[in-house]
């Protein structure tokens, strides 16, 4: 039993929470209820958590005479690790949690009860500031639950607050599916939430000895179909805004409310005087000029979404003499055409640290990354930042799919200024509507109606338009309905499972019914989906 978190606590900590994390990975991945193949948060949580134990086990006995506790320094490594080995929207929230939960107890001399109540205070707050309209039966709730429970408990006992926060934390997961629809219809949990919990846990038997009580989730056999959708930004507003900002905090809680007036999806996200921020608009200069109101705005992207599709920014900086542009992807095939575009290919599902490696191995001072996935997005946007402080300037272009991504490079031209050259990318990008076709992995209530494991499945901007038996059909069906909004040229990904032909035979379908409209095929290789399409 411990009465207060040392050191050599803290690295016992993290090996407990990534163990629990290991043994519940399965259960924390099936909570996702979205019926193709998607990132797989108790995946990447242990990838995230591995990384910190991998940097406590590599630094814990370094201490730099910084005026750093040696348990401030551990968390600081742990926070430091997470960020750089954080994969998926979840590992990249887990290691924001983990920074704030550092940043409090670092100066502490001893980390007690009331300590650990402040902390957690600390990543609640920080995690709520990150996001302009917060979504309850999330994360988001469960670590503020186990905030306020740590505080009523009232007390430097540090058992009893850890045990009062775990707790609650529990309670406030099984609330989720009463907070989120979409949960109770899936009848599970929060799965963000979910490995909150269990690093809890683990926290309280580092300090306590015992195991904590663990009240169960919803059980699984009452699941029921779910209807997923993916998140997007309101169709309302045209443009995506983003800069780097220097400013005061009071200055940015006037420009919350300004830019939250002007649009959506605004997330500002600060350190140390410099913010992030991030919004949906319509009236680009507006946006800017509140930051230029508020502070030195940076490193401005502006985004056009096109047609509804993806996002696709623009970038920031100057001309200097080298860039360089690094893809997420997988498949052989899509992995020689992006290189044959002179793209650095790092591999699906990368964390933070492996994408920066990318960055820096380019050795270019410019850099464009095209993430070509939501789950990467988060991931890549943290990698940018951290090069930024190596002298770096990194434009993420949020491509969801390979053709976005070839339409982007399609387009570069080096004699352009940087930030000329990654626009004309973000608006070939936004002009590529994409889809996919895969089998359903599980059952699930679509926007397009039920689907069962085995389904063929047409998704047009991450969304279910179409549900069929046949595969070919479906594919020829998804290519006709897009083309039915116009387009002039149709890029065909083969997937490593498609069946032999299969691009053929679409091909032959577009030259039946869309004389005029060009067809490229390749072999993509991808897993998962016999075929990536996009329009042009």
Not at 103 to 117: I, Q, S
Not at 138 to 159: G, N, Q
Not at 510 to 517: A, N
């Amino acid at each position: 039993m411990l009465d207060t978190l040392d050191a050599a606590a803290v690295r016992r900590w993290c090996a407990s929470g990534l163990a629990a994390l290991q043994r519940h990975q399965g259960e924390i991945d099936e909570l996702n209820v979205y019926p193709v193949p998607d990132g797989d948060t108790g995946t990447n949580l242990v990838l995230t958590l591995t990384s910190a134990q991998q940097a406590l086990a590599m630094d814990l006995e370094t201490l730099p005479d910084d005026g750093r506790t040696p348990h401030g320094h551990a968390l600081r490594l742990m926070a430091r690790g997470a960020l750089l080995g954080a994969r998926g929207n979840s590992g990249v929230i887990l290691s924001q949690i983990l920074r704030a939960f550092a940043d409090a107890l670092a100066a502490a001399p001893a980390v007690r009860g009331r300590h650990l109540a402040a902390a957690l205070a600390d990543a609640t707050t920080a995690a709520y500031a990150a996001v302009a309209h917060p979504v309850e039966g999330t994360l988001l709730s469960v670590v503020a639950a186990a905030a306020r429970a740590a505080e009523r408990a009232d007390t430097d006992d540090l058992r009893a607050v850890a045990r009062a926060a775990a707790g609650e934390a529990a309670r406030a997961l099984a609330r989720t599916p009463e907070q989120l629809p979409a949960l109770a219809r899936a009848g599970v949990v929060d799965a963000g939430g979910r490995g909150l919990c269990l690093l809890l846990d683990a926290l309280v038997e580092v300090v306590t000895g015992e195991s904590p009580p663990q009240p169960a989730p919803p059980p699984p056999a009452a699941r029921a179909p779910a209807t997923a959708v993916r998140e997007t930004g309101s169709p309302a507003y045209a443009y995506e805004v983003q800069y780097l900002l220097d400013a005061t905090d009071e200055a940015v809680a006037r420009l919350r409310g300004e830019l939250d007036a002007l649009g959506d999806s605004l997330v500002i996200v600060g350190d140390s005087g410099t913010w992030n921020v991030h919004v949906h608009v319509n009236d680009v200069g507006a946006a800017v000029e509140a930051g230029v109101v508020a502070g030195r705005p940076h490193r401005i992207t502006v985004t056009r979404f096109a047609d509804q599709a993806a996002p696709a920014p623009s970038p920031p900086a100057a001309r200097p003499d080298g860039r360089a542009a690094v893809v997420v992807a997988t498949g052989a095939g899509i992995a020689e055409l992006l290189g044959a575009e002179g793209a650095t290919v790092v591999p699906a599902n990368p964390s933070t640290g492996e994408l920066l490696d990318a960055i820096r191995a380019t050795g270019a001072a410019r850099v464009v990354v095209l993430p070509n996935d939501p789950n990467a997005q988060s991931v890549a946007s943290a990698a940018a930042r951290e090069a930024h402080g190596l002298g770096v300037k990194v434009s993420v272009v949020p491509t969801r799919s390979p053709v976005q991504a070839l339409a982007a490079l399609a387009v570069r031209d080096p004699k352009r200024r940087f930030e000329d050259d990654v626009i004309a990318m973000a608006e070939a990008a936004g002009a590529c509507r994409y889809a996919e076709v895969c089998h359903a992995s599980r059952e699930a209530l679509t926007v397009a109606g039920p689907c069962r494991p085995g389904d063929v499945l047409a998704l047009v901007e991450g969304e279910v338009h179409l549900i069929g038996a046949d595969l070919l059909g479906t594919c020829t069906a998804v290519v006709d309905r897009m083309l039915g909004g116009g387009g002039e040229l149709v890029t065909l990904l083969c997937g490593a499972d498609a069946p032999a032909g299969l691009a053929d035979r679409v091909r032959e379908h577009v030259e039946r019914s869309w004389p005029f409209v060009e067809v490229q095929a390749y072999e993509g290789g991808q897993p998962h989906y016999p075929l990536l399409l996009g329009v042009e």
